[in-house]
């Protein structure tokens, strides 16, 4: 069995997710005089591959420390969603069912794509990253409690869609251009396609009936699209925490880590190492064209 990384790298040049804490790391002990080198970290849960717990958003939730492994670790299906949905624009669940076998209980891993923005990719946007990535409806929420599915996972920095975030008031210059993809695409406004009842309900909605997520996933991801395999998140064993900063891993027996690794070979690289398929970014680029 090998493992394949699907966790972003993480570092000072970071973004968190908007108005959260970001990483900050400093020396407090140096090898001369000391012998060893010391850091001390200060930094938000909302940061890098982490996934959130239920009491972030709500209260009678468990904490991070309460999630078994086996919940944590389990089969899997991947979906690559980005050849059907671009900047502003909403998934559901028939874009994901037509790609991809979901079974009952399964983890879900998103792939828009949009991890193509972060900042350790060479196409690095973070507002794009943060403001413009795809999101669900109420559609797939039910969907998602009908699958039962155990939790949810994106490449982008919300499991909500933006739009359906504070970031709509934060962002006025972005929520005017989305809202000419909601008038064009689903005959709408914002407002009235995601009204308060429907507020983060990805949060709001799934945390209470346990299906939590993760967010920011990347990595070599985009060696193992549209299909089933088993998948891991480890974060902290965290007592009282509301989310974890964690390292996401997909695990594949050893001939077929080979056949992947052949891929990878044929792929550009990002700075840290990890494979990509700058396909993905022509896709989204064309699709956002409205």
Not at 1 to 25: C, F, H, N, R, S
Request: charged letters at 25%; a negative charge.
């Amino acid at each position: 069995m090998k493992l394949i990384d699907l966790t972003i790298p993480l570092g000072i040049g970071t973004p968190a997710w908007p108005t959260y804490e970001p990483l900050q790391v400093k020396y407090f002990k140096r090898l001369a005089p000391n012998g060893a080198n010391g850091q001390l970290l200060t930094h938000s849960n909302h940061l890098g591959t982490h996934m959130d717990g239920e009491i972030h958003f709500f209260t009678a939730g468990k904490d991070m420390a309460e999630l078994d492994l086996d919940y944590l670790v389990h089969d899997a299906a991947i979906v690559d969603l980005s050849d059907a949905v671009g900047d502003y624009q909403v998934y559901t669940p028939k874009m994901i069912e037509d790609r991809v076998e979901v079974k009952e209980g399964d983890i879900l891993v998103i792939h828009t794509g949009y991890h193509h923005f972060g900042w350790d990719m060479p196409t690095a946007d973070e507002i794009r990253y943060m403001v413009k990535h795809p999101g669900p409806d109420q559609e797939f929420a039910d969907w998602a409690k009908a699958k039962k599915l155990r939790w949810i996972a994106v490449d982008c920095g919300s499991a909500d869609h933006p739009m359906n975030t504070i970031i709509r008031d934060w962002m006025p210059r972005q929520r005017a251009e989305a809202e000419k993809v909601f008038e064009k695409l689903y005959k709408k406004p914002i407002a009235e396609f995601y009204d308060p009842s429907k507020y983060q309900l990805m949060h709001i909605d799934l945390f209470p009936k346990s299906i939590i997520h993760a967010e920011c996933f990347g990595g070599q991801i985009d060696l193992l699209l549209n299909r089933r395999v088993k998948i891991g998140f480890f974060p902290w064993r965290f007592v009282d925490g509301e989310a974890s900063i964690g390292r996401a891993v997909a695990f594949v027996e050893d001939n077929e880590y080979d056949e992947i690794m052949k891929k990878a070979a044929t792929l550009p690289k990002t700075k840290f190492g990890d494979a990509y398929d700058p396909t993905h970014v022509d896709r989204l680029n064309k699709l956002s064209k409205i």
